[in-house]
């Protein structure tokens, strides 16, 4: 079995996961992504395209590059770096639900009912 894929550990949350493959990347690689985000959401907004799941996604998008470049490192830290990496993964987990939702909502089209 060559060809199998590696999986988390069934004790690894989504989180270690994304921790894990930020801390894979260089500091160039996240800064570009970043970057990249952020130039897509901007052009979305000057040109008046901007909907809210682009602006989403690339506020998820920037959410991972920026955990990945600022809490790269796994030592402990004060109880303010700490509360300022919980907003920015909290934020980003809710964000990345609503975008999800409206994902689902947007593929079932118009004719969905509560």
Request: glycine share 8%.
């Amino acid at each position: 079995m060559n060809q199998v894929a590696p999986l988390a550990a069934p004790r690894e949350s989504i989180f270690a996961v994304l921790a894990s493959s930020a801390r894979r990347m260089s500091y160039r690689e996240l800064s570009i992504i970043a970057a990249g985000s952020g130039v897509v959401a901007l052009t979305a907004v000057a040109l008046a395209m901007a909907s809210w799941m682009l602006l989403a996604a690339c506020y998820v998008i920037w959410c991972f590059a920026s955990w990945g470049l600022l809490f790269r490192s796994a030592t402990p830290r004060s109880a303010g770096w700490r509360a300022f990496h919980w907003l920015i993964v909290g934020s980003g987990s809710a964000v990345f639900a609503a975008l999800v939702a409206g994902l689902f909502f947007w593929a079932l089209g118009p004719r969905w009912m509560l």
